[in-house]
């Protein structure tokens, strides 16, 4: 398996922390869907990932974009001791 790039890394790293700038407000407009966000901009949104997926790469081809699913309380996870996710209540 190939190593990420520290550049990639870093890329979406920042573009999580500017989605994390902008989350109060993306939430009123975008609560309940996923956006594609670059930059400080929403470059698509839908409810459906794989329909935001599709037209994603068939605009901006297979690149790195930031996706996030805009809620909040942010869903949290646990790990049990076999292993397996599970959303904590």
Do not use: W
């Amino acid at each position: 398996m190939t190593p990420i790039e520290p550049a990639r890394i870093e890329h979406l790293v920042h573009q999580q922390q500017l989605y994390q700038a902008a989350k109060a407000e993306l939430l009123s407009q975008y609560r309940g869907q996923y956006i594609a966000f670059e930059n400080g901009i929403v470059l698509d949104s839908d409810r459906d990932d794989r329909q935001l997926m599709r037209r994603l790469y068939t605009q901006y081809g297979h690149r790195d974009i930031f996706v996030e699913y805009v809620c909040d309380p942010e869903p949290q996870l646990s790990v049990s001791a076999a292993g397996h996710l599970f959303p904590t209540p």
